[in-house]
């Protein structure tokens, strides 16, 4: 076996810091948004005990900010959890549309990440033997090229489809003109390489694609 | 015990929800808070009314908190600003000190502690303008003497009158 592909390299722990400093960054957002929240509940029962206006409105506000907030915090909890937990097979059967599902939503705290729509795909996309690290890092630094490319106010279409028995196609539609000259990245590259994945850039119709291949069961991708 | 804080202050910050509430809070203790979303909308604020202090987020979509600090920074030269972030690093701390901030605060933070940096950066700000008002009431000594009235108003006309 390929001995760059069962040890964890230099990028893929640039790639996990990432990732997590991401969502430490998330989690003290969410946590601040409580704290006021608490706080300005703490200052309008201080009024009211004080003899001031009970404001009614304000109250409902912070309660129903403070739930919303706990529930985008347990959301990130769980995506950092499934995220932590994606290195413990280094090869398996994976779901494309739900790893998809994952990394656009870590994905989407950075403070440059555009809205994406997700297309569903038109037939049922079959497991692809692959390591899931890998593919999440192919697509992360996919999705942040993208982002990059279009801005924040800008829109990606993800979909994906079956491409043979034992592939899959993702494409990234959108993507901003000009970018066949900066990806895929050297890091890319090598990412895909060692899932066997390929990437493709279409400058015309403004889309990238990764045709992601399975694995043998050594791991290997045959070669 | 009365702690109102008669100063007016401008707050950018991409979090909605973290915004109306601070807003909220500082309002009941007095400063009159104008609140936005983005950094293009504080610099655009900044140019319509005269603020005395800014809370800046440094991590924004479109321009971010450090570029909203240079251009605030520039264009007022009086207006202290505090930034505000939830991914603390000593690279944007040493970045945001040598564009000029006043103080920069890691997310979450006490509210107290909050109010006691605005506080500081109000003192710091009235500190510079009365420093500042002093050095033109020398200059405007020193041009008055031997002077006619309308060469005294041709100097001042020269004199540099920024206040912000």
Known sequence: ??????????????????????????????????????????????????????????????????????????????????????????????????????????????????????????????????????????????????????????????????????????????????????????????????????????????TIDIVVRSLDEAGCDGQ | MNDRINLKLLMVDDEKKFLESIAKRLELKGIQVVAVTTGQAAVEAAEKELFDVALVDFQMPGMDGAQVLKILKHKHRYLEIIMLTGHATVDSAVECTKLGAFKYLEKPYAFEKLIDVIKEAYEHRLKKKFEHNQKRMDELQKLSLGRSPLGLLRALSRLDDDEK
């Not at chain 1, 989407?108 to 999440?136: D, E, M, N, W």
């Not at chain 1, 192919?138 to 829109?155: C, R």
């Open chain 1, 1 to 206: 076996m390929n001995s760059r592909n069962s040890k964890m390299t230099t990028d893929d722990l640039a790639f996990f810091g990432t990732v997590n400093a991401s969502i430490s960054h998330e989690l003290k957002n969410i946590l601040a948004i409580i704290s006021e929240a608490a706080g300005l509940l703490n200052d309008l029962t201080e009024m009211a005990t004080s003899g001031g206006d009970i404001q009614l409105q304000m109250l409902q506000n912070c309660s129903r900010d403070i739930v919303e907030e706990i529930q985008r915090g347990f959301v990130t909890i769980k995506r950092m959890n499934a995220f932590s937990h994606s290195v413990d097979d280094p090869v398996k059967a994976v779901d494309i549309a739900d790893c998809l599902d994952l990394m656009t939503g870590l994905a989407g705290f950075l403070s440059y990440a555009c809205r994406i729509r997700h297309q569903p795909p038109k037939k049922q996309v079959p497991p692809v033997v692959t390591r899931p690290f890998r593919l999440q890092h192919l697509i992360y630094q996919t999705l942040v090229h993208a982002f990059k490319s279009v801005g924040p106010d800008g829109e990606i279409h993800l979909s994906l489809q079956r491409e043979m028995d034992d592939a899959a196609r993702i494409r990234f539609a959108g993507i901003g003109s000009g970018h066949s000259a900066v990806f895929p990245t050297e890091s890319a590259g090598s990412v895909a390489a060692s899932i066997n994945a390929e990437v493709s850039i279409d400058e015309e119709r403004r």
